[in-house]
């Protein structure tokens, strides 16, 4: 079973910067993507952004899109999350998973039940 460790939050002022990291390691079984999500106390789960480890091919929402940038090292079996120009709206906690898609987010979003291996996520919170 996979195993990912996220790391790099914490806490910064509005505007700031933040990069998170995911390493994997051990086996994701037949998974194409590294996706990254985030979670608000009182909200549903929100899939942020995607990237397709053999392809690059990424996936961002629009809601960031500009701001967030998501890459991977596969060397390092790692993948980023560039976090710029944050607002208080981007406080949540930041989880990467393993999956792989069935369609492409644009059309779908990135659905959590497509991924199968989760990390235990990391804290970002963005003060004004």
């Known amino acids: 079973q996979a195993q990912l460790e996220e790391s790099g939050g914490g806490s910064v002022q509005a505007g700031g910067s933040l990069r998170l990291s995911c390493a994997r390691s051990?086996?994701?079984?037949?998974?194409?993507?590294v996706g990254w999500f985030r979670q608000a106390p009182g909200k549903e789960r929100e899939g942020v952004a995607l990237i397709y480890y053999d392809s690059g091919v990424t996936y961002i929402i629009d809601s960031v899109k500009g701001r967030f940038t998501i890459s991977q090292d596969n060397a390092k079996n790692t993948v980023y999350l560039q976090m710029n120009s944050l607002t208080p709206e981007d406080t949540a906690m930041y989880y990467c998973?393993?999956?792989?898609?069935?369609?492409?987010?644009?059309?779908?979003?990135?659905?959590?039940?497509?991924?199968?291996?989760w990390g235990q996520g990391t804290q970002v919170t963005v003060s004004s």
């Open positions: 051990g086996y994701a079984g037949s998974s194409n993507c």
């Open positions: 998973a393993v999956g792989q898609t069935k369609l492409w987010p644009g059309y779908t979003g990135i659905l959590s039940d497509d991924f199968n291996y």
